[in-house]
């Protein structure tokens, strides 16, 4: 399980219901089903994930998150999650308020892209970074919106979104200090628990 899977874990409580945006081949929900009960939905587009997710018996939907998210009721789940999606969508702010509505509360995560690693590659090389953590060019990232940890602190504040918890990690996923002190500049992974 990737490290930001297992630290969001923790914040899903036993039982629950969980709809997951972007779940991908559904081993988070697969692992929150084994070792939470949880009730489990995932939501995805991408063929060869949905497939990945029945073979493991994940509850999925195929739907693009996209287009709309209508079909689902208010607060029908006690969790809502969007996992390393957040800078992919169309319209992030309408995600957002779409969870907050489906969901009693939600954990989003995403690549800060404000980061000092980032930074210093558009300073020293004058070019869009390419890593290990941002490992696309800027003509075929899937990434349409880039994200800071004081852009989505803003969007919250803007639009009265309780922050539950904040928990900003290094490309390690390890937290620090310094990373408490200085999150938008050392900080390379955001993982927010939300709620209105």
């Not at 559904?26 to 070792?35: A, D, V, W, Y």
């Not at 319209?91 to 009693?104: A, F, Q």
């Not at 990690?169 to 002190?181: C, E, F, N, R, Y």
Request: hydrophobic share 40%.
């Amino acid at each position: 399980m990737r490290p930001d899977l297992d630290i969001i874990q923790n914040w899903i409580a036993p039982g629950s219901r969980v709809l997951d945006l972007g779940c991908g081949d559904g081993s988070l929900l697969e692992f929150l089903k084994t070792n939470k009960g949880v009730s489990e939905t995932g939501l995805e587009i991408n063929e060869a994930n949905i497939a990945a997710c029945l073979a493991k018996g994940v509850n999925v939907i195929e739907q693009d998150m996209n287009k709309s998210l209508q079909n689902f009721k208010d607060k029908s789940f006690d969790t809502v999650l969007l996992t390393q999606t957040l800078q992919a969508v169309s319209y992030p702010d309408v995600i957002i308020d779409e969870m907050l509505r489906i969901g009693k509360n939600c954990i989003v995560t995403f690549p800060n892209f404000g980061n000092w690693r980032s930074r210093l590659y558009l300073f020293t090389k004058g070019r869009m970074p390419v890593s290990n953590f941002m490992p696309y060019e800027w003509y075929n990232t899937p990434n349409i919106h880039f994200c800071t940890v004081r852009d989505f602190d803003v969007l919250c504040k803007e639009k009265n979104i309780k922050v539950i918890t904040r928990t900003v990690v290094d490309h390690l996923h390890q937290g620090s200090w310094t990373i408490k002190a200085w999150p938008n500049f050392l900080g390379e992974t955001a993982i927010y628990h939300i709620s209105r």
